[in-house]
């Protein structure tokens, strides 16, 4: 296999062993993507070199270096040894490019006796009997405190990415506007400063809880009421002094993507439908909009503060491990500010294999490795930063009450990176191609596991990697050895889980696979058909044999709950540093969140779990689950 200037892979092996050659046409497309023109290589970018701590390495040239807090270090002839970890800028006597350093501690935090439970959560799914149609940050409160007491050591959620903010509500927390941000929609607007005894308030949140008698979520109305809820309390609260300076701290980044909200709000659509000169974010007249219209730019920033104060709270009992979705939708927020360094009209996805005989296509348009480089890694830096802190900053660390729980973990939540190959190469498809046409393009996973192992050790965070499927040796070498947990899924992993590795995060399920009760009862083949798919009948039967394999019990002998908390009990019995449960499994859930290769069959990530928070919560299985995995 060989690699261009580019980045483009001259082909690959599919999951049948077989040589896939990229064609000269899609490596044409693609290059151009990249900005090829006619050139044979990328632009020289601004120079970047990455160090580790300690090394006192020697320079070409006498230089002035500049900290990332500012201080100067001039005339120096090599690099200091004690240098923080972080981002500097070395200027060379000569007159040359100044070239961004990076000083990386090599890997991720990690304690080294991190070893715990974590409950996995789907938080709209998770209503409690106040809830506005969908599960918020008081809920999320409540079960932070519940897995504490029962000696969880994280709870894990979804991705909370921001859904552009138009009235049709995207459902997938997969194909976000914003990566950066957060969804409104989990909001808990009654803990709002002013809700309190409106009565205007009262009345929409009568009219909101009504649609908790619908296990399907609808998203559009919660919204609505939601909304009309805010731009009250906005009116009669405005901006005061914490807000204020909350946003100032936040700086460019939130009054840029404040002002993407405003302007999407004012034209209904995403950004590649807009007037021309509202489609970039430097644009004089985006400017002059938000001069214009400074109250709605406020705001969609005053979402923001209120969102950061009560996820915050949300997660005070326990640290968060938070979900981080592999792209954004292109019409999105990330996308228009980030346009500048995207490959147009190319989307994201995996090429043909066992499952999908036709690729995926996801939708996601992919950074241009050059760009990428060129900006220092900034757009992934932030991003991580921010999903970081909000992991970190709740968790008072004291364990709980029960047996084993939270060891290493005090004030330390974390990150999941779904599809973390990314970091290395990703499947790209040319524009008005399909998976078939799709070739890998390849970054520097060096550079970015680095600027990862910056922003882990500086929050104290530490990182989960999502590496299920067909993943090159030697990315799980580098991830092993920046410090990155694998994933071990007992659905599919061959060893039994006592052998499964120490750097791992173990798990029965996600959340596009069965859950142990629609595996064992068959429910999940009944959903699967009333959906349209013909479930493969021969994986399915697989999934029984592996549960009877870690229980001992057969379909004919024993219910789905004895068979939940005996897996369960195998799982914690790994020396995997987490294992986790999910809520569905605790609760014998049937239905899985989301089933790949659907959209309007069938209402994915829009089920709720079938009864209240409060009687969830109360539930003897999920005691019994509790138990096994505290032990």
């Known amino acids: 296999m060989a690699t261009d200037p580019w980045g483009l892979d001259d082909g690959y092996v599919d999951v049948h062993g077989n040589w896939h050659a990229t064609s000269p046409d899609t490596a044409a497309v693609l290059r151009a993507a990249m900005g090829a023109e006619d050139r044979e290589e990328p632009l020289e970018p601004r120079p970047l070199w990455v160090v580790p701590t300690g090394a006192a390495e020697p320079l070409i040239d006498r230089c002035d270096l500049t900290l990332e807090d500012g201080t100067e270090l001039p005339d120096i002839a090599g690099l200091p040894p004690d240098l923080p970890i972080g981002y500097h800028d070395l200027a060379p006597h000569d007159g040359g490019p100044v070239t961004r350093l990076i000083v990386t501690p090599g890997r991720c935090h990690l304690p080294a006796d991190l070893r715990t439970w974590v409950l996995a959560v789907q938080l709209h799914s998770c209503r409690s009997r106040g809830s506005w149609g969908i599960g918020d940050a008081a809920d999320l409160a409540a079960i932070t405190e519940w897995a504490r007491d029962r000696g969880a050591g994280m709870v894990a959620l979804n991705p909370l990415h921001a859904p552009l903010p138009l009235d049709r509500v995207e459902p997938s927390p997969y194909f976000p506007s914003s990566r950066r941000w957060l969804n409104p929609l989990y909001l808990s607007i009654e803990d709002v400063p002013g809700a309190a005894g409106d009565p205007d308030v009262a009345a929409v949140a009568a009219e909101a809880r009504q649609l908790n008698a619908s296990r399907t979520l609808d998203r559009d109305r919660v919204w609505a009421l939601k909304r009309r809820a805010l731009n009250r309390l906005w009116v009669n609260l405005g901006p005061d002094e914490r807000f204020e300076r909350w946003r100032a701290e936040q700086g460019e980044e939130l009054e840029v993507y404040a002002r993407f909200c405003a302007l999407a709000e004012h034209h209904g659509t995403g950004w590649r439908s807009w007037p021309a000169e509202h489609r970039h974010p430097a644009r004089p007249q985006v400017a002059a909009f938000a001069a214009d219209r400074a109250e709605r730019v406020g705001f969609w920033a005053w979402l923001q503060f209120l969102l950061d104060e009560q996820l915050r709270r949300g997660g005070q ?124 393009v390849r970054y520097r996973g060096d550079e970015l596991l680095a600027v990862l192992a910056v922003e882990s050790v500086r929050a104290g965070a530490i990182v989960v990697g999502e590496d299920l499927g067909t993943v090159e040796p030697e990315v799980r070498q580098a991830l092993a050895a920046a410090g990155v947990l694998s994933y071990r899924l007992a659905w599919f992993d061959p060893d039994p889980p006592e052998h499964y590795p120490r750097q791992a995060l173990a798990a029965v399920t996600t959340h596009d696979l069965p859950t142990i009760a629609g595996a064992w009862t068959g429910a999940d083949d009944e959903d699967q058909r009333a959906a349209g798919i013909e479930p493969d009948y021969t994986a399915m039967e697989a999934l029984r044999r592996r549960l009877t394999d870690l229980t001992g019990r057969t379909p004919e002998t024993s219910g789905v709950e004895d068979v939940i908390v005996d897996v369960h009990a195998r799982l914690a019995a790994s020396p995997s540093a987490l294992v986790a449960a999910t809520l569905e499994d605790g609760l014998a859930v049937p239905e899985r969140p989301n089933l790949p290769g659907t959209t309007l069959e069938r209402p994915n990530w829009s089920l709720a779990l079938p009864l209240p928070l409060e009687e969830a919560l109360a539930s003897p299985l999920l005691a019994r689950v509790a138990l096994a995995m505290a032990r």
């Open 317 to 440: 009992a326990l640290p968060l491990l938070t979900d981080l979705a592999v792209g954004v939708d292109p019409d999105g927020a990330d996308a228009w500010i980030h346009q500048d360094l995207l490959a147009p009209g190319v989307r994201v996805g995996a090429p043909p294999d066992a499952f999908n005989r036709f690729g995926q296509d996801w939708g996601l348009p992919p950074f241009v490795p050059w760009k990428l480089r060129a900006a220092a890694y900034e757009p992934l830096a932030s991003l991580w930063r921010a999903a970081m802190r909000a992991s970190v900053q709740g968790g008072d660390g004291e364990g709980g009450d029960g047996e084993g729980g939270a060891a290493g973990v005090t004030g330390a939540g974390g990150v999941r990176i779904d599809h973390v190959m990314g970091l290395f190469r990703l499947f790209w498809i040319p524009p008005g191609g399909g998976p078939a046409e799709g070739a890998y």
